[in-house]
């Protein structure tokens, strides 16, 4: 039988939001789970941000619309003096809300949640706040405490050798097309890659990026703010032009076909694989077919393995894979399993990535050339 928690094994958990009604449900709701420890409340930013020295929580969860200073303004004040805590945002699942979303997930933030939106219906908003809220509370909070352990007591000597790329770095010119797949942690992320390139790649950029809709259009729309490359949702049919990007609208998976000897992009309601619609899967498969050898995987932070069986296609028909480090990573969990599995071709820390892209994509230069 497994022991309880002591106090030192619970997650600290810090709660901001201006409704007592809803730091109440939080509260209660967290308080149900022995391996979370609620340390203190606060009905605004200023307030949160004040706190955050004294309770040193391990994960914070920030409501955007507040008084006085509101989620986002709070969450970049926090980034500066503390990059790497976990922070979960709370949002209405309206358009408005999830324009504030995706700006707070941009900015830094670690993952949200959408809010109850019946508080009147007790017990459906503490089923919402237990299947979507606690999972990922326990999922940072455990990461946290995970450093935290091996910081305090190093090993002497590596239980196992670190993972090593499969082969070496990928040869210039010999990239086709990208197709990139990421989850938590991943329009901070792709803000970081498309804000880093000087002009449009020399191919087509293809992103799964787990989203439910609307969230997704939103998103394009930020990261062609951020760069030089223009981002579309994906429509089915949709040429596939070198120089441009497309994202797998939410709630759909995304596909290459060959028609007629061009790329095209086909948009689907087939059933989510690993429980993800769009998955990583299901577009690395595809593209695969399409580009074989000039293919370029790149997966980034996400939670889960999603894009393991996608890279192994991608390695069947002769591509590369490019993963995304642990250290940079806010969760390892896709990039690791694809690691781990010894598909990787290059492993490099996510401010490396865009230039290795460039790199890869450049078209190569005639024999005599520099």
């Given at each position: 039988m497994n022991e309880p928690a002591t106090p030192?094994?619970?997650?600290?958990?810090?709660?901001?939001?201006?409704?007592?009604v809803m730091r109440r449900a939080i509260t209660t709701t967290l308080a149900k789970d022995e391996r979370l420890e609620i340390v203190g409340t606060a009905n605004n930013g200023r307030a949160a941000l004040t706190a955050l020295d004294t309770l040193r929580p391990d994960v914070v969860t920030l409501d955007i619309e507040m008084p006085e200073m509101d989620g986002l303004?709070?969450?970049?004040?926090?980034?500066?003096?503390?990059p790497r805590l976990p922070v979960i945002m709370f949002s209405s699942l309206t358009q408005r809300g999830a324009q504030a979303t995706i700006l707070a997930l941009t900015a830094g933030a670690s993952d949200y949640v959408g809010k109850p939106t019946d508080l009147a219906n007790l017990t459906e908003a503490f089923r919402c706040l237990e299947t979507e809220l606690i999972p990922k509370v326990k999922m940072f909070g455990?990461?946290?405490?995970?450093?935290?352990?091996?910081?305090?007591?190093?090993?002497?000597?590596?239980?196992?050798?670190?993972?090593?790329?499969?082969?070496?770095?990928?040869?210039?010119?010999?990239?086709?097309?990208?197709?990139?797949g990421v989850s938590t942690g991943g329009?901070?992320?792709?803000?970081?890659?498309?804000?880093?390139?000087?002009?449009?790649?020399a191919v087509p950029l293809i992103v799964v990026q787990h989203m439910p809709p609307t969230f997704t259009a939103l998103l394009a729309q930020r990261l062609t703010s951020v760069g030089v490359m223009d981002v579309d949702e994906a429509r089915d049919g949709d040429l596939i032009v070198?120089?441009?990007?497309?994202?797998?609208?939410?709630?759909?998976?995304?596909?290459?076909?060959?028609?007629?000897?061009?790329?095209?992009?086909?948009?689907t309601d087939e059933p989510p694989e690993n429980s993800c619609r769009p998955s990583v899967d299901v577009l690395f498969r595809s593209a695969a077919k399409v580009y074989g050898g000039g293919l370029l995987g790149v997966v980034l932070t996400g939670m889960g393995s999603d894009g393991l069986r996608g890279c192994q296609a991608i390695r069947a028909a002769g591509g590369n894979i490019l993963a995304q480090d642990a250290a940079t990573s806010v969760v390892w969990g896709m990039p690791g399993a694809v690691v781990n599995a010894g598909l990787a071709d290059t492993v490099l820390p996510l401010n490396e990535i865009p230039e290795e892209i460039v790199r890869v994509t450049r078209p190569k230069l005639p024999l005599g050339m520099p």
């Open positions: 030192a094994q619970k997650i600290r958990v810090l709660v901001v939001d201006d409704s007592a303004a709070a969450l970049k004040e926090l980034r500066k003096s503390h455990e990461q946290v405490l995970a450093l935290r352990e091996a910081a305090a007591h190093p090993p002497a000597v590596a239980a196992t050798p670190p993972v090593t790329p499969r082969a070496g770095r990928v040869r210039r010119g010999t990239i086709g097309a990208v197709c990139v329009p901070m992320a792709l803000v970081q890659l498309f804000s880093a390139w000087a002009e449009p790649l070198p120089g441009r990007a497309y994202l797998a609208p939410g709630g759909r998976h995304l596909e290459i076909a060959r028609v007629e000897g061009e790329a095209r992009l086909r948009v």
